[in-house]
T-cell receptor, first 120, second 112 residues
């Protein structure tokens, strides 16, 4: 398996532009997570999906951020309009906590390589 | 606020020495996990310990969990330069859809 695939790896854009980050989870995984990592705040959970349905988006900073998961193999995180303070590394992770895994508490997450976003 | 807090924030040791990192958390958990992040890479799962377990081993890794103190430790024995990375603890409350709460990590530097 190729693992979690994120694109692009690096994105440099100007303030006010729309940015779209993409993620392909591991095939068969039913949960998908978007994180943002900065030196100041560490790793923050933005939103996560289970079976393509958003479960908790309380970590999404503001209305400029939106995430979709149209099918089990693809998700996007969009920032519109982007601002310099959005500069960070954005990670996608997937997991497969089926009922048995939840019971056995084996909700291990598999991370992509991340997208480094710089908003100038 | 973060559920898990690692201590120390940074640790520098010589190759061959043992490295111990600690994690404290605030609320009840179902399991606690440790992840490693090499520079410029995503996080990689190392080991999971459930709330009813006290100690777990995996190769050169040893994890302990004290639920009464809400703390965990990760011990890396006989460290190698390749162990240089940031290490994060992550807690799970379970009974949910599988989300984890990560600490800010310990940056480990192993000098050859």
């Amino acid at each position: 398996d190729a693992g979690v695939i994120q694109s692009p790896r690096h994105e440099v854009t100007e303030m006010g532009q729309e940015v779209t980050l993409r993620c392909k989870p591991i095939s068969g995984h039913n949960s998908l997570f978007w994180y943002r990592q900065t030196m100041m705040r560490g790793l923050e959970l933005l939103i996560y999906f289970n079976n393509n349905v958003p479960i908790d988006d309380s970590g999404m900073p503001e209305d400029r951020f939106s995430a979709k998961m149209p099918n089990a193999s693809f998700s996007t995180l969009k920032i519109q309009p982007s601002e310099p303070r959005d500069s960070a590394v954005y990670f996608c992770a997937s997991s497969f906590p089926t009922g048995e895994e939840i019971f056995l508490a084996k909700n291990i997450q598999y991370f992509g390589a991340g997208t480094r976003l710089s908003v100038l | 606020s973060q559920q898990g807090e690692e201590d120390p924030q940074a640790l520098s040791i010589q190759e061959g020495e043992n490295a111990t990192m600690n994690c404290s958390y605030k609320t009840s958990i179902n399991n606690l996990q440790w992840y490693r992040q090499n520079s410029g890479r995503g996080l990689v799962h190392l080991i999971l310990i459930r709330s009813n377990e006290r100690e777990k081993h995996s190769g050169r890794l040893r994890v302990t969990l004290d639920t009464s103190k809400k703390s965990s430790s990760l011990l890396i024995t006989a460290s190698r330069a390749a162990d240089t990375a940031s290490y994060f603890c992550a807690t799970s409350k379970g009974g949910s859809q599988g989300n984890l709460i990560f600490g800010k990590g310990t940056k480990l530097s192993v000098k050859p």
